[in-house]
């Protein structure tokens, strides 16, 4: 019998399996970003503008995306981002990306979250759970008022592309981004990408909020909005001390009684609502709440009607709400 030495053995069991198992997948992930990746993207080094670079920099591609969208990224099951290209002034197409297995794209994108962090990236300021619908069809109209959609594209409510081709398409960004990167790139898109062509927008906190969550919503299939009316401020509401917030902030326009005849109506058009006259006890909780945080303007009505939702506690609306429910039946 022949007796083969064990490193000749370990030789060719070598030559047989996924080299993973050798090289350990830190180092066979290694192995393909240099071979493979770091022609064109950048993984470590100063943010540097895009018209010195191939692709976009990814040093800090371990905390920039959801992990399920960049293993189908890297497994060529996404549509490019770049509607021009990325160089567009080199050339004005998309090119097909290079792709992986799947055994290559996990290993890659289990090391990239590993080791590409970003030590600006801090738990974003957006709480997502309390994110409401009314927030991001406000978030949408500022995504439109703030110039977002000269430069970035998304789909309209029948699924075409809208916007403008210059930057990354953002109709599925809600499945693609994490919200602490997002958060922290929209801070000031210049920390990242300088000298490309990125802006940035003059906001209020309150507005980032509404801009950033809309744009986490984008793409993602029945996400589960907020209901503020159903937080248990609603459900602790006191009738007594919504009379108190009436009458510190709503009779001056609407008057003691609901009249619609406060001091502070003379020279208001519309007037401001008779509630005395109104069921507001049937009104739907929606409705009310969005029209007191957010404002007439929020639900087609006069902007003289003010928004409250910077002014009073979440407890105080709810319980001027149970306040003009039982007091204001339309009777
Ligand atoms: C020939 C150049 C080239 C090579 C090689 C290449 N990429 Fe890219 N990559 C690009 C360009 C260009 C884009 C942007 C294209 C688009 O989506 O429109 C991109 C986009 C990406 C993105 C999304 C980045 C972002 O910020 O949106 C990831 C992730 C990525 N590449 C990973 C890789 C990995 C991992 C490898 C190696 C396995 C690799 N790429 C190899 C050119 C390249
Ligand atoms: C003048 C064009 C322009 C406008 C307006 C603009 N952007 Fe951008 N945006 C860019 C450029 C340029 C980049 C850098 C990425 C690239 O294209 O190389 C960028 C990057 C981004 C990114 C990160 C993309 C990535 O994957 O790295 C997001 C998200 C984004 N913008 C959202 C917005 C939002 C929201 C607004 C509105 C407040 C907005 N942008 C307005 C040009 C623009
Ligand atoms: C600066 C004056 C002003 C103040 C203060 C004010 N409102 Fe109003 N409100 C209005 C005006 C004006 C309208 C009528 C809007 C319209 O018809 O377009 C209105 C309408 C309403 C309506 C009826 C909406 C409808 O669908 O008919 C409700 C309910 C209401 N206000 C609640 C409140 C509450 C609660 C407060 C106090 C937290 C308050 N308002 C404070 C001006 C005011």
Not at 103 to 128: H, L
Not at 156 to 183: C, Q
Not at 310 to 321: C, E, F, G, W
């Amino acid at each position: 019998m022949i007796r083969w030495p064990t490193s000749l053995l370990l030789f060719v069991l070598y030559l047989f399996s996924p080299s993973s198992v050798w090289a350990g997948d830190d180092g066979y992930a290694e192995k393909i970003l240099n071979s493979q990746c770091k022609s064109c993207h950048r993984f470590e080094g100063e943010p540097k503008s895009k018209f010195e670079l191939k692709g976009p920099d990814l040093m800090w591609g371990g905390v920039k995306f959801q992990k399920p969208w960049l293993v189908r990224r890297l497994l060529g099951q996404e549509d490019n981002l770049y509607p021009n290209g990325y160089r567009w002034d080199k050339i004005r197409l998309s090119l097909k990306h290079l792709i992986m297995t799947r055994e290559e794209a996990v290993i890659v994108a289990d090391y990239m979250e590993k080791k590409f962090k970003d030590p600006r990236v801090k738990k974003s300021f957006v709480d997502m759970s309390t994110f409401s619908e009314m927030e991001a069809s406000l978030g949408a109209n500022l995504f439109r008022e703030y110039s977002c959609l000269g430069c970035h594209q998304i789909k309209d409510d029948e699924g075409k592309l809208i916007g403008g081709p210059i930057s990354v398409t953002l109709f599925d960004a809600g499945n693609r981004y994490t919200l602490d990167w997002w958060s922290r790139f929209a801070e000031n898109p210049q920390d990242f990408t300088p000298h490309s062509g990125e802006y940035l927008a003059d906001i209020s906190m309150r507005k980032a909020r509404h801009i950033i969550g809309y744009v986490m919503t984008l793409g993602v299939k029945d996400f589960k909005f907020y209901e503020p009316w159903k937080s248990k401020e609603f459900k602790n509401a006191d009738i007594e001390r919504g009379a108190q917030v009436y009458k510190e902030y709503c009779v001056q326009c609407h008057g003691k009684t609901g009249g619609g005849d406060g001091p502070g109506a003379k020279g208001l058009d519309p007037k401001p609502a008779v509630h005395a006259e109104l069921p507001l006890s049937d009104y739907p909780d929606d409705y009310l709440y969005n029209l007191i945080y957010y404002g007439g303007k929020s639900v087609g009505k006069s902007p003289n009607m003010p928004d409250w939702g910077m002014t009073l506690p979440s407890q105080n609306i709810a319980d001027v709400i149970a306040y003009l429910r039982s007091t204001f039946k339309g009777e």
